[in-house]
Each structure stands twice: as structure tokens, then as C-alpha cells.
């Protein structure tokens, strides 16, 4: 598989007249801050992959310091991140890293909230890695008897997008 550049659907621009943060800063704020620093550092490095940059030395600081934060606009922010994140390494393997963040995707299956939930069935609705997916077939079928209605569907939707 030749080494391509993947193309670039989303462009958001960054006002010029602001620096653009350093790898160091964004690790800092997100090792380091408190939740607002690292929503803000989390919405940078978004922001930055979305525009091509690459930042491979973020996901393990990502890991570490920020799944374990139960804030929900982190949780949001973060199932932005892992669809925005390169997958795969250069020679088209998928990184070992994604095996703690689909133990973090189960955990989220798992979770008493269910707009967590929710938003994670829709967010796997648009994976198409099957290494991901299959390890969490369990947690989404046990999704399918929820209480709620919106786990229910979205449960629904997730199994159907990754039959097809």
C-alpha cells in the first residue's frame, strides 16, 4: 500500500492573527490543566488535525489525561477526536493505542447515562474498522434492552451500519 494523503473534506480556517499552539503547549494544557483548559487544548488539537496537521505524540497524552475525565463536552469533544484521529500507521496497521480506546468505547456502552450512551452508538455508526467494532458487538446487543428509547435506537442503528 503506497504511503497517500488522505483527502481533506473539512477546512476550518484559524484567525491569522492568533499564534497556532505548539505540540509542547497542547500536551501541557491537556497533562496539566484543569477541564476548561483541556476542553480548550482538546478543541485546538480538532481543530489542527482537521487542518492537516500531524500531531502523533498527542494520542497517548489524549489517553492518559483526558478519557478519564467524566465531563460530558469532554466525552463530546472526544468522540470528535477519535473520528478525526489517524487510525493507522504508516504501514496500514492499526495502532495498539486504539486497543485502550476501544476498552474506553465499552466502558461508555456501559455507562448509567444514557445520552453517553447514545452518542457512542452514533458515534461507532460511523467507524469502519472492523478490529474496533467486533470486540463491542457484546456491549451494543446489551444496549438493545435499555429503558430508554434513544439508547434503544441508536443501538438499533449501530448494529445495522456495521452489518452493512
Known amino acids: 500500500m503506497a504511503n497517500t ?12 492573527d492568533s499564534e497556532p499552539p505548539t505540540e509542547m503547549k497542547l500536551k501541557e494544557d491537556l497533562e ?6 483541556k ?16 500531531m502523533p505524540g498527542l494520542l ?3 489517553i492518559r489525561f483526558v478519557m478519564p ?11 470528535i477526536f477519535w473520528e478525526v484521529v489517524p487510525k493507522y500507521s504508516g504501514d496500514g496497521k492499526l495502532l495498539q493505542e486504539f486497543i485502550l480506546v476501544c476498552d474506553a468505547y465499552r466502558k461508555d456502552l ?8 447514545g452518542s457512542t452508538l ?3 455508526c460511523k467507524l469502519k474498522e472492523p478490529e474496533l467494532l467486533e470486540p463491542l458487538m457484546p ?3 446489551a444496549c438493545l434492552d435499555h429503558r430508554h428509547s434513544y439508547v434503544r435506537r441508536n443501538a438499533v442503528l449501530a448494529i445495522y451500519t456495521i452489518y452493512r
Open 5 to 16: 494523503e488522505q483527502g481533506c473534506y473539512t477546512l476550518i480556517n484559524i484567525p491569522s
Open 32 to 37: 496539566k490543566g484543569e477541564t476548561k483548559t
Open 110 to 117: 456501559q455507562h448509567p447515562n444514557e445520552f453517553i450512551r
Open 122 to 124: 452514533r458515534f461507532l
Open 60 to 62: 497517548m497524552t489524549v
Open 139 to 141: 456491549a451494543i446487543r
Open 69 to 79: 475525565v467524566q465531563d460530558h463536552t469532554i466525552k463530546k469533544l472526544l468522540l
Open 39 to 54: 476542553i480548550e487544548a482538546l478543541k485546538k488539537v480538532v481543530l489542527m488535525i482537521l487542518n492537516g496537521e500531524k
